[in-house]
């Protein structure tokens, strides 16, 4: 029952999620500009940089650090400290292998006279008057100009996205049992979807009624259901209704069948054991032996 009612509320998310999606007006894209006030970076402020770190490491390791320390320190790799140790100068960065920084006057009138440019453009500007480098050097050179695939970007929303599959297992747990964040998920859902918080207050009362062992609550619950305009529990409490008796009987009385389909689990487990070549008297030989070990 409890398998049944756990699909029953995934198939209700799934339906609701792609009508959150449609109705969710966050969810719409941002056009991302340019900033108006850019500079190109010289190869000097990169250098200068370098050259602050290189004084670091020199600095730490004159006071007696070893270099794993000094990595730990500085979050660098050892291999870094060991290189700066041994150089006067900070090494060039690996832009300047390509002719980049030649057009960097080139770059910065472009930006200024069109703040709509994008960095492909300029790559292909650049490459008609003798660029020699690839495309992703200078996405790296104008980083702080504008980002690949960002002229349009979606919200970052902290739930955009969610598996049915785990809320409906998170409407069926318990609130003390549940995360900080599986609380604010839920929160959110509960906002947007009026049918999901009514699902999930009809999903405990359920849970409650097993527990509890309340089978005389059971048509009211049903009732309930029929009248939530919630037709995957709709569908769930009619199977419920076509063996209602059996289910009733298993909310209500305190036996069950764990123990013969235990058993039944048993028996095929050494029945596979012996891969269908011994005979029908070893196989109860053999439950019979397991059964006095066990006990």
């Given at each position: ?46 250098i ?5 770190q ?7 390791h004159k ?8 990595a ?13 140790l ?13 002719n ?28 008609a ?45 318990k ?45 009211s ?17 009619k ?9 009733k ?18 028996l ?9 070549r ?6 109860r ?11």
């Amino acid at each position: 029952m409890l398998k049944n009612m756990g699909d029953a509320l995934q198939k209700l998310l799934e339906r609701k999620r792609q009508e959150i999606r449609r109705n969710d007006k966050s969810l719409e894209p941002i056009v991302v500009y340019n900033d108006p006030g850019y500079t190109i970076k010289k190869d000097t402020e990169f250098i200068s940089r370098r050259q602050l770190q290189m004084d670091q490491i020199k600095q730490l390791h004159k006071s007696g650090l070893g270099i794993r320390k000094i990595a730990d320190t500085l979050k660098m790799s050892r291999n870094t400290i060991r290189k700066y140790l041994h150089l006067d100068t900070p090494p060039p960065k690996s832009s300047t292998r390509t002719n980049i920084s030649f057009f960097a006057e080139f770059i910065q009138k472009r930006i200024e006279e069109d703040k709509e440019v994008q960095v492909v453009q300029l790559w292909k500007e650049i490459k008609a008057n003798g660029y020699n480098g690839c495309r992703s050097v200078v996405y790296e050179y104008l980083k702080g100009y504008i980002k690949p695939n960002q002229r349009i970007q979606m919200p970052k929303l902290k739930f955009s996205s969610w598996m049915p599959r785990k809320v409906s297992l998170l409407l069926y747990r318990k609130e003390n049992s549940l995360s900080q964040s599986d609380k604010e998920l839920l929160n959110m859902l509960y906002e947007k979807s009026p049918d999901i918080k009514r699902a999930a207050a009809l999903s405990g009362k359920f849970r409650e009624i097993m527990e509890n062992k309340r089978g005389d609550l059971l048509n009211s619950w049903i009732a309930e259901v029929n009248v939530s305009s919630l037709k995957e529990l709709s569908g769930f409490a009619k199977g419920l209704l076509n063996d209602y008796s059996a289910v009733k009987n298993a909310l209500t009385l305190p036996w069950s069948n764990g123990q013969v389909e235990g058993q039944v689990n048993k028996l095929k487990t050494i029945k596979r054991q012996m891969y269908g070549r011994a005979s029908f008297s070893l196989l109860r030989k053999r439950l019979i032996l397991s059964s006095d070990l066990s006990t």
